[in-house]
């Protein structure tokens, strides 16, 4: 059987469908494009639209339809393909020296780059675009809107190994100068010039004078591509960049080896690729001719310590580059010391307002521009370790500011000074006052996503979380995390998912079971991009959850807090000692392990002995604390542990002034507990149920199940079982929607007791302690 014309397959469908030719006209079209009329491949070809739903019957228009769009993007067989290619020989000259330069950008090509190649320096002696019009009619191409496909990719396997294997290489290099012509101001085409000049480098034979020339357009491209957090693409332009490069490149080409090293030390840190990143680091440092020109390298390293949990290896180091800067700090920081700082800049910044940050005149000095850039990683990786230090560090950014000009790091000085004036301070006023001038100059910031993401921490997490109601401001960390992954700010987008986690289990804004899983998650991707400060930090989250949940569903393994803490002390990390502690606080509270609690809690000072007093973590850590210490002060009769219950339930009402939505039932609670230390049992009684009733109002789940229980407790322990065991059903069933399936084990144990004197013996399990 001959070869189909359109007219005999319009008849085909038409008798087969049961439709006029006019309606199957387009159809047929279609088809013998797409099987040039070989009567097997017009079967293939129906067989396959029909598997793929493109042609089906409607029961409501009673008639076969489609879509002539959507057919034509279905891709042609084998069969056709072969057959097209053995027709090639019959082609025009012309048509065929297009098509073999379109083969080389593989199996399609945007209609920009074709008009790139027409433009300036062409590569043939016409027009490619001219000839492309016969190839779509040649059924070797298609077009798509701006794309040029070819129809089958052993079609442009098939031109692609027409050309001779030299004269490819060289055509490569053509192609790739040509587009680079055209490539001045379009990211696009320069990676694509790129890319063609790295195919002809890889087996070619480039000159010196080429190799020096191609290294150098491998950096532009790489930095374009870093500018657009493409960073595995920028990978690429500097590894092929790199091998370009001379023998002795650092003596006769060192401004490119610098920014090719520099920019491969950037790329490996956002990729995870840590040994590659330490590699061109020391590259950087070793090879450096001035002190400026290692300033990149050696932020880098600051980086890759800190990403390793080596706080204060990178304290240091950037303490010596500062003072390198012009820049000193004194070696001991006493609480008088960071009192008198902060007196000082509040009279300076009393009355400042955003309109005075903008009318200052742009900072230029470059080292001063330094300064702050490692003054802001003094910020960040001190925010914790050692909170004392940051009121110093903000205060000489917020000097530097005004002596020399702003900057986005002067926003950072800011918002960090306003964080330590509330932390440190009774001045909340002047604290919100200025984290919201802070976030005024952020939106109007050229780089907003940015900081942002860096000041996650610093205005969501130690402020608005602390002030404003938990369940607001908890939302707020995706948003942070998913703009920081968009500008590839992978550090930031890290620290913003595991402040997340946190919020998450300890605020109880998640259901426990979602709030481990996003610890796994926040594991999984520091693990994936070498973090190992946060991913030991979300382990420890993890191990929380499980405390209360049970076992985790995670493929990695998940260390033991005991392990955990022999990783924190090899590697000196007092961050992730005080993210472990505060974590079993939290955990031995929730499971009624009071001497375990006091016993962390004095671990605790001893590593930090001035905390931030109205940190998110110290609010809890407090709460934790003092229903611990009027437990054992119940047990032991020691009037030393009431005193520092007592200390927290002040502490905690003092919390309530500023925002009665999040703590008015956690000084309830701690209250009630007072109160039943003290014997005052009616008293006591009226403060569990105000806990219950702010609990639930400001929906606190996890903490009205809490009060839920201690006021059972509490009525057991006083002869009121009847009263008692309802409250401990109504905790079961507020801890069961938590998630804390561990505590609804041991609370079932409770209500499963036939007596009270047996609930009374359970009740009492808590040991002895001594102040």
Known sequence: VGALSQHDITKLISSNLGLPCRYTKE????????????????????????????????VKERMWTWDCDVVDLQMISDGVAELLTSNFSRLSSQLVQAIKIL?????????????????????????????????????IIEKAGPIYQFTHDIVQQTIYELIPRHNRTLLHRTIGKNLLVSASNDSRLLFLATDQINIFCEDGDPSTEERSQFSGVNARAAKLALASSNFNQARSFIDAGIQLLENKHWETQYDLSLDLFEMGASASFMRGDTDSMSHCVNEVLSHARTFDDSLMASSLLVKLLASSSKFDEATSNCLVILSNLGEEFPSEVSLPLVMNEL???????????????????????????NAMKFLNMLCMYNHISKPLMLPLFSCRMLKLTMQYGFCDDSIVGLATF??????????????CRLVKVS???????????ILQSRLCRELVSAFKLVIKPFFSVVPLYSELYHSAILIGDVENALICRWNHCVACFFTGASDLRSASKLAVACMEEADKYQQKAIFYSAMAGVNACSGLVGQPDVDSEVRSFAELEMIAGTTNSVQLELHLILYQIALNCWMRKY????????????????????SAWNIYRMLFEGIAYLNLARETKQAGWKTLGEKAMLWMSQMETISKWNYENKTKLLQAELHYSKGELESAEASYEASINSAHEHKFIHEEAWACELYGVFCIQNNLAERGNELIKAALDKYTQWGAMEKVTELQKLIDASDAAMLMRRTQSYGRATF
């Open 418 to 431: 306003g964080l330590a004036l509330f932390h440190f301070t009774n001045n909340i006023h002047l604290a």
């Open 103 to 139: 083969s080389c950008f593989g199996i399609q090509v945007n209609e920009s780059i074709v008009f790139a190649l027409d433009s300036r320096n062409k590569i043939l002696s016409f027009n490619i675009s001219d000839v492309l019009p016969l190839a779509i009619k040649e059924g």
């Open 439 to 449: 976030e005024k100059l952020i939106e109007e910031s050229p780089n907003k996503h």
């Open 27 to 58: 159809l047929a079209g279609v088809v013998h494009s797409k099987t040039r009329g070989n009567p097997f491949f017009v079967t293939q070809f129906m067989r396959s639209i029909i598997q793929n739903k493109m042609l089906s019957y409607s």
């Open 343 to 369: 007196s000082l800049m509040q009279a300076d910044l009393g009355n400042v307002t955003r309109d005075q940050f903008k009318l200052l005149p742009q900072m230029v000095d470059k080292k001063k521009l």
């Open 595 to 614: 001497q375990d609690v006091a016993k962390l809690s004095e671990k605790y000072n001893r590593k930090q002995s001035i905390s931030p007093q109205k």
